[in-house]
């Protein structure tokens, strides 16, 4: 177990001069600034000594005030709710850092997008290719600087520059970027040897749409509606991380009844997303019988929704600083909640049962732990390959702390675990709603917020039904939001699938893609 004074000590030893302005904000965070010269170091320092990991990176541009750029490297402890936040700048008139990419792979991922957004550049990265930027943005446009504006954008027609994969009896097999139905754009480039996977290479940001940009010179209550619609699925989730970073950033205390009417708001939002998600997963088999009851079973999920929120998707119910409403009180939610589950369980056996479904599942998709860990994969797909990480558990929000909940972890990483996994929490999501509700205690719904000191960096960690959801924000001197970095678990996760695809059949990518069930507008911001 780690305090926060170990650390600092860590700190000051690893990087002797090099980290300054060392503090304790918030009872369990070390903000400092680091040389930059000293990012590898901090990095050691923490990961190899304390155990920490890099769970996000954000750029920011302080040419405004601080005369160049500035990177924030977020750190967090798997199991000891602690994190540092360390500020790196960098010049305008060269701005550059030391990558990390050779080290961490996610961190990798963090400085390309840093520098196709924020043009700087991350000295030594292994892989410079971009990957938000498209081929037709001008080479000097980077749209989250501060500075940017209107551009004119023309296609130059050249292709992505994928890695690609040769020899005899290979071949190549594009699928999208547009899909059937109504969901976003995505490319998925197969190599394969004869039906054989050898090689999957995903292409994103297709439809990138400048969100994290549309925070800015917003109030901090104006940016619930921009949070709510993240990603559609998602709605509590992200506007819970949301509201908390602003909440600490202000320095207010949610009220209790708030804070335990957003355990059952989130715990709804999993549970419905996860009944649709087993009958998905059994659609791609071919059982559409599953398929077809589940959905008649998130349909119940949805009109629960409606009556417990006034929104199906359970927009509208939050604020910086509490909820918008009460529950009604003419209805058993958790009696409700318990008979749809009961309903869903009845599902799951005889799907389970059905040994055409199991064989399709057991040993497809696998994902390995090492693989898995390498990534820095979170949710029920990081669960379903061994790794025992919830932020529920791990760094208490909400009421979580005050309540009891199992976080079910597997081995084999395939898809049967994976979709086992989700059975288990729609199990503990109903327990969980149960006991907020039997616990709720009276008292008001929500407090004003206090005024947001300016340029103070604040964030939160909501584990949402696919995974860890990380929200970080400054506000400027007018106490309007300055900055807002928003980290989707569909981020890190996407990547893995090229993994769990390995050795797999064409036809099995569908069942696999929609065992990670990963979002297109969480990721492509």
Not at 39 to 68: H, Y
Not at 149 to 165: A, H, I, L
Not at 423 to 448: C, H, K
């Amino acid at each position: 177990m780690n305090d926060l004074g170990s650390i600092i000590n860590a700190l000051n030893q690893a990087l002797p001069g090099r980290a300054t302005v060392i503090r304790i904000a918030r009872t369990n965070e070390i903000h400092c600034r680091v040389d930059p010269t000293a990012v590898r170091d901090l990095f050691a320092a923490l990961s190899r000594t304390c155990g920490a990991e890099l769970v996000l990176m954000v750029g920011n541009d302080r040419r405004e005030d601080r005369g160049g750029f500035e990177i924030h490297y977020l750190f967090a402890h798997r199991r000891e709710n602690w994190f540092v936040d360390a500020a790196v700048p960098a010049p305008a008139e060269d701005p550059r850092i030391v990558s990390l990419g050779t080290l961490c792979y996610p961190a990798s991922r963090f400085e390309r997008e840093i520098f196709d957004l924020f043009g700087v550049v991350p000295a030594g990265h292994p892989d410079p290719r971009p990957l938000v930027r498209h081929g037709f943005w001008p080479k000097d446009y980077f749209p989250l600087r501060k500075d940017a504006g209107p551009r004119t954008f023309s296609d130059d027609g050249r292709p992505f520059p994928f890695q690609e994969v040769g020899g005899e009896g290979i071949y190549e097999i594009p699928v999208g970027p547009v899909h059937a139905g109504v969901i976003e754009p995505g490319h998925f480039r197969f190599s394969v040897v004869g039906e054989t996977i050898i090689d999957m290479k995903a292409r994103f940001y297709f439809t990138h749409k400048g969100t994290e940009k549309l925070f800015e010179g917003r109030r901090p209550q104006e940016g619930v509606e921009l949070a709510e619609r993240i990603s559609g699925d998602t709605t509590v989730g992200h506007t819970l991380a949301f509201c908390q970073a602003i909440e600490s950033l202000s320095g207010v205390a949610v009220p209790p009844r708030a804070r335990y009417l957003r355990v059952v708001l989130l715990e709804l939002e999993r549970l419905y997303n996860h009944v649709a998600d087993f009958g998905m997963i059994a659609n791609d088999t071919g059982f559409a019988f599953a398929h077809s009851h589940c959905f008649r079973i998130r349909e119940r999920l949805l009109r629960l929704n409606k009556r417990a929120s006034g929104s199906r998707l359970l927009r509208g119910s939050l604020i910086p600083g509490g909820v918008v409403q009460d529950l009604p009180r003419d209805f058993d939610l958790a009696g409700e909640v318990e008979s749809a589950l009961a309903d869903f369980q009845e599902i799951v056996e005889i799907t389970l049962a059905n040994r055409m479904v199991t064989d399709r599942l057991e040993g497809t998709g696998q994902l390995t732990a090492r693989t898995a860990r390498d990534h820095g994969v979170v949710g029920f797909v990081g669960r379903a390959s061994g790794i025992d990480t919830d932020a529920r558990r791990d760094h208490p929000f909400a009421a979580y702390g005050e309540l009891k909940f199992k976080v079910p972890v597997l081995e084999s990483g395939d898809v049967k675990a994976r979709t086992l996994v989700r059975v288990a929490e729609a199990r503990e999501s109903a327990r969980l709603i149960r006991q907020a509700l039997e616990r709720l205690p009276a008292g008001p719904l929500s407090v004003p917020l206090n005024a947001c000191p300016p340029f103070e960096p604040a964030f939160s960690v909501v584990e949402g039904w696919r995974g860890a959801i990380v929200h970080w924000l400054m506000a400027d001197a007018a106490g309007k939001l300055y900055r807002v970095k928003i980290m989707d678990p569909s981020f890190v996760n996407w990547h893995s699938l090229s993994y769990a695809l390995l050795k797999n059949i064409v036809p099995d990518f569908p069942l696999c893609n929609k065992s990670y069930n990963q979002s297109y507008s969480g990721n492509d911001l």
